[in-house]
């Protein structure tokens, strides 16, 4: 299937400026630091939430940190699982899942997803199949109701590669960012302006970005919020930020507020999906063409 409303975009984002290989990959690195979190939280006596595949990605010489401090990486972790299985759980009939992450999120195996739900993962390639690799070595295993497919961050268009797994933009839709390697903030901007093409109207984007993205946007001057609301309301979502401290007092948990490197947000697009407005286009042609010749029997 071919891009929408005759644009030619192809959405391939610069994920790091070095390339390096094996375990001095940066990307690799990052991934890995994210899953010793989740595995450090799994081990605590009450846990946020259980991952019970993230150690096998951790190196068994890694030091164990069982401090009593909550992590906001472990915060945003437990809200996003349960935003997506909340927002999942309310739609009918095929339920898609588009997740952008670091290559090693092990969501699609680890949660409890309803009958019916087709995951995508957008991550890095080389992460990924490192991860892939470890995670069949310990019998991880989608749920067989589901269905799972890969989409590399490297791909020359990912809009298309999407659309040739199935995505269908005018179903509902959530879609996930944590881990996601966002270099710049025209990164982040291509980020939105693909979800914005590709997700229908009212569908869910949730998730973290980097906090330093609101300090390199040298033309805003305004505080965090009021930046946020501005890029995403530039590609058509309303935008909620979600507040760290809030999250672990409902979870009925202390957090010591420190400096979070993260803005954790929900927001909702308010915009028609490409494939929506090029169905409206369709049915429009089609009726006036219907007109034009009802009208010429008549003469």
């Known amino acids: 299937m071919g891009p929408l409303i005759g644009t030619s975009i192809r959405r391939r984002f610069s994920v790091s400026a070095v390339k390096l290989n094996g375990d001095n ?25 259980v991952d019970p595949y993230a150690g096998c990605f951790v190196p068994l010489n890694i030091p164990n940190d069982m401090s009593q401090d909550l992590h906001p990486y472990c915060l945003a972790t437990k809200f996003i699982d349960d935003k997506l299985l909340r927002t999942v759980s309310h739609i009918d009939g095929l339920k898609q899942v588009v997740m952008l992450t670091d290559g090693m999120d092990t969501r699609p195996y680890r949660l409890n997803w309803p009958t019916s ?129 809030g999250v672990a007092e409902s979870l009925g948990k202390n957090f010591a507020t420190g400096h979070c490197n993260n ?15 090029e169905t409206w286009r369709r049915e429009f042609q089609r009726v006036e063409a219907e007109g034009d010749e009802d009208g010429f029997d008549e003469l």
Not at 37 to 47: A, D, G, I
Not at 216 to 230: A, C, H
Not at 263 to 270: K, M, P, S
Request: hydrophobic residues 40%; glycine residues 6%; negative net charge.
């Open 263 to 277: 803005i954790l947000f929900v927001a909702q697009q308010l915009r028609h999906s490409d494939y929506q407005m």
């Open 117 to 245: 739900t087709i995951i995508f993962d957008i991550s890095p390639e080389g992460v990924f199949k490192t991860a892939a690799e470890k995670l069949k070595g310990v019998g991880a295993k989608i749920p067989k109701s589901c269905i799972f497919y890969h989409i590399p961050l490297e791909s020359s268009d990912i809009e298309q590669s999407l659309q040739s797994k199935g995505y269908n933009g005018s179903r509902p839709s959530i879609w996930a960012i944590q881990g996601f390697p966002v270099m710049t903030l025209a990164n982040s901007e291509e980020v939105l302006s693909m979800i914005s093409s590709l997700a229908m109207k009212g569908s869910f984007f949730v998730g973290e970005l980097p906090a330093w993205l609101a300090e390199t946007d040298i033309e805003i001057k305004y505080n965090t919020k009021q930046w946020i609301d501005k890029l995403f309301m530039s590609k058509g979502f309303r935008v909620e930020l979600i507040n760290y401290e």
């Open 25 to 49: 990959d940066p990307l690799l690195l990052s991934a890995t630091a994210s899953a010793s979190l989740r595995y450090q939280e799994t081990l605590r006596p009450e846990p946020l939430f």
